[in-house]
């Protein structure tokens, strides 16, 4: 664990029924003129981008919608909207979605020189300096993104998706209002749930845990493997919802007080070449790799163990806490109908040797990993799941 350590966090979060009526007093606290609404077009044929838009039409401010991003979008795709962005000379930044326009989002906020572009942050992420505040308001309950200093892009020639870390991006304002969940498909809801407990126990088993990070992806961890279940499979289960939401924003300060480890790592080129959804390439992963890690990690299963069961606990030995933890990733990935293997998107057997050459350069997060990971240990954790 590490000796010395910080956390870094937006600097207001509401959260509760009706949430959503804060962005009103955000705007004119801001005194913003005109506001950038970054979303997708799947938000607003959902009717979801609606509720918020209600509150901003009631301040009166000039809006320019951007939404024309497509899921898993790379860092030119995202490059675009930037400098539709700058163009529009918005002075605030409102994010309704997943993690793809969250996260272009938090781009825009840093980006508005013409000095640099996304390109640039690939290889050096601290170039950039906020420059515009941001509301994020998520619409999944998984990706974190809202807490996080982080933005995943694809970058298409290095088959790959990279993560630009640049705690400028960290949002200003956060708003967790179920209603943006509520009618969420199960398998959208299923994948960004496990992404969230997939960033709570790599957190928590990561080479740089402290006691800050171990305080949030203990609590997530928790309210996940209680709550996700229901939250998935019953579309009236607000409370459940409700919780899914705060649990993947703890998820989200664990990951910028600490960092995600092989799991991530090892999940990056499955997008960035098969564009796997990122929460379905986490799932399929998760267990295999902490099955992997689980010589190293057994006390802190264990502490998880003890956390995170209520009611009667059944296993006593350390060795029987872990084995149970591992157990309930895997119960909950088939539970929920998740895909274990990379036969179901078409990925070949033949493709093993370009798997481990590109997870393995996600040095990042695999210098993060508790058990060394060396390239036959990635080729055989590939194997299991082919």
């Keep these: 664990m590490l000796d010395k350590y910080n956390l870094k966090m937006p600097h207001a979060v509401y959260s509760g029924e009706n949430s959503l009526e804060n962005i009103k007093t955000i705007l004119l606290e801001n005194k913003v003129n005109k506001l950038a609404v970054f979303t997708d077009k799947g938000i607003e044929n959902a009717g979801l981008l609606d509720y918020p838009m209600n509150f901003v039409n009631e301040t009166g401010v000039d809006v320019i919608i951007l939404d024309e991003l497509p899921a898993e979008p790379t860092y030119s795709e995202v490059q675009k909207l930037v400098d ?3 163009e529009s000379k918005a002075d605030f930044i409102m994010a309704v979605g ?4 969250i996260d272009t989002a938090k781009l825009a906020s ?17 170039l950039a300096k906020k420059c515009i505040k941001t509301l994020v308001i998520p619409t999944t309950a998984g990706t974190g993104a809202e807490a996080t200093p982080n933005a995943i892009v694809a970058v298409p020639e290095r088959e790959l998706k990279i993560g630009i870390v640049n705690e400028e991006m960290i949002s200003d304002y956060v708003i967790l209002d179920a209603i943006m969940i509520k009618k969420l ?6 994948a960004t749930g496990v992404d969230a407990l997939a960033h709570a126990i790599e957190c928590f088993t990561g080479n740089k845990a402290n006691t800050f990070s171990d305080l949030f992806a203990l609590e997530a961890l928790d309210i996940i493997l209680n709550n996700i279940i229901p939250a998935c499979d019953d579309a009236e289960a607000m409370d459940a919802k409700n919780k899914m939401q705060i649990a993947s924003f703890y998820a989200g300060v664990a990951i910028t007080a600490s960092g995600t480890t092989a799991v991530h790592a090892l999940s990056y080129p499955l997008g960035g070449k098969y564009h796997i959804a990122h929460g379905v390439s986490n799932a399929i992963l998760l267990a295999p790799v902490m099955r992997f890690n689980e010589s190293v990690c057994r006390e802190k299963f264990a502490i998880a163990y003890d956390r995170c069961v209520h009611g009667e ?3 006593t030995s350390m060795e029987e806490k872990s084995e149970f933890i591992i157990k309930q990733l895997e119960h909950i990935v088939k539970h929920l109908d998740i895909p274990t293997s990379l036969s179901t998107f078409g990925v070949p057997a033949s493709d093993l040797d370009v798997l481990v050459k590109a997870g393995m350069e ?3 997060l695999l210098d993060n990993n508790m058990r060394k990971l060396t390239p036959e240990d990635a080729r055989e954790i590939y194997k299991k799941i082919l």
């Design 313 to 315: 606990k059944a296993c």
């Design 110 to 126: 840093i980006l508005v020189t013409d000095e640099y572009g996304v390109y640039e942050l690939l290889d050096q992420p601290k």
């Design 185 to 190: 498909p199960r398998k959208i809801a299923a």
């Design 84 to 86: 539709q962005f700058k």
């Design 362 to 364: 996600v040095t990042r």
């Design 98 to 101: 997943g993690g793809s326009v």
